[in-house]
């Protein structure tokens, strides 16, 4: 039995061994940037190393056009994993997935490829889709305690490095890497309607869901449009800036995200309004707890917008 049967895959399926997470952005997330990729049927498979966490772990994903799954982690030898981390040298914050080196894949291919050993496979399953159900909040008009406002900085801006630094210092928010005991904390009640709430601490209005990820310029398509519909009753929904996307983060994970359950889980990294100086787009990522810069096209990002409360439409 080979590792795809193993999984309950075709057993036709082969591994692409030149894949890795470098070359995957250009090549799944802009449609198709190969020719290779024909269809947004298409699957791709091939092993990495996810190095976000203390240990690092070999994984197999599947990849095809806006679609990613690690469909099993492999029990290769740790210091044989962690080699391969230390071969890649000095690399930026955001940067924790690695491909393979050639050790690695001479022991993949000796011992997993045909299932020789398939304990050293470990099956990750999909966990079925929840849906975003009750927010577990008070409603808007339930006695509230009294709350001592913050108005955060909004609107566009461009941001070095140390100017999101000072700026998670001045509100105190947290940033799992800059400032990992901000004290921020949020108000938040139901508004209602299924689909928003209120953090009385800031005054903003948030989507609980957002928006699927799509190039920053077609994410800003996307919200003239929700603006042109009059999403939950409001046209003034906007790209929340850096300070009030970290003003959501939270201390301890929820559904695997630093973020109160009452949000949705689909949206983990959002664009926020603001550029790279000298060149990107930042993002508040909240699985891994942190604000991080990148292209603003391949990958993109998720958007979860916001307004001030009291302006309907």
């Excluded at 409001?234 to 300070?243: I, K």
Aim: glycine share 8%; aromatic share 12%.
């Amino acid at each position: 039995m080979g590792l795809f049967a193993f999984l309950n895959l075709p057993d036709n399926l082969v591994v692409d061994w030149d894949m890795c997470p470098e070359y995957t952005f250009g090549t799944f997330e802009s449609w198709g940037g190969k020719e290779r990729i024909r269809s947004k049927k298409e699957r791709i498979y091939y092993f990495f190393i996810d190095a976000w966490e203390e240990v690092p772990r070999l994984c197999l994903m599947e990849r095809g056009i806006k679609h990613a799954r690690v469909v099993a982690e492999i029990l290769a030898p740790e210091d044989m994993v962690r080699r391969c981390v230390d071969g890649q040298g000095k690399v930026a914050l955001y940067e924790r997935t690695y491909g393979i080196n050639e050790e690695l894949k001479s022991w993949l291919k000796a011992n997993i490829i045909e299932a020789k050993d398939s304990a050293k496979i470990v099956p990750l399953y999909e966990k079925e889709q929840e849906g975003l159900g009750e927010s577990g909040l008070p409603g808007v008009d339930d006695p509230q305690p009294e709350v001592r406002t913050i108005t955060l900085p909004s609107g566009p801006a461009e941001l070095a490095e140390e100017d999101v630094v000072a700026l998670v210092t001045k509100y105190n928010l947290v940033d799992h890497e800059r400032n990992p005991m901000g004290e921020f904390t949020n108000v938040l009640v139901d508004n209602g309607d299924g689909e928003t709430v209120t953090d009385l601490v800031t005054g903003l209005m948030w989507q609980r869901e957002g928006l699927d990820i799509m190039s920053h310029r077609s994410l800003r398509k996307a919200l003239e449009k929700l603006n042109d519909e009059g999403f939950a009753g409001y046209n003034d929904w906007r790209f929340p800036s850096m300070a009030e996307a970290l003003s959501l983060m939270e201390h301890q994970k929820e559904k695997d995200q630093f973020l109160h359950p009452c949000f949705s889980t689909e949206q983990p990294f959002i664009f926020v309004d603001a550029v790279r100086k000298p060149g990107g787009y930042w993002f508040v990522d909240y699985k891994h707890g942190r604000a991080f810069w990148s292209s603003g096209t391949i990958p993109g990002g998720f958007g979860r917008f916001c307004r001030i409360d009291g302006k309907r439409k």
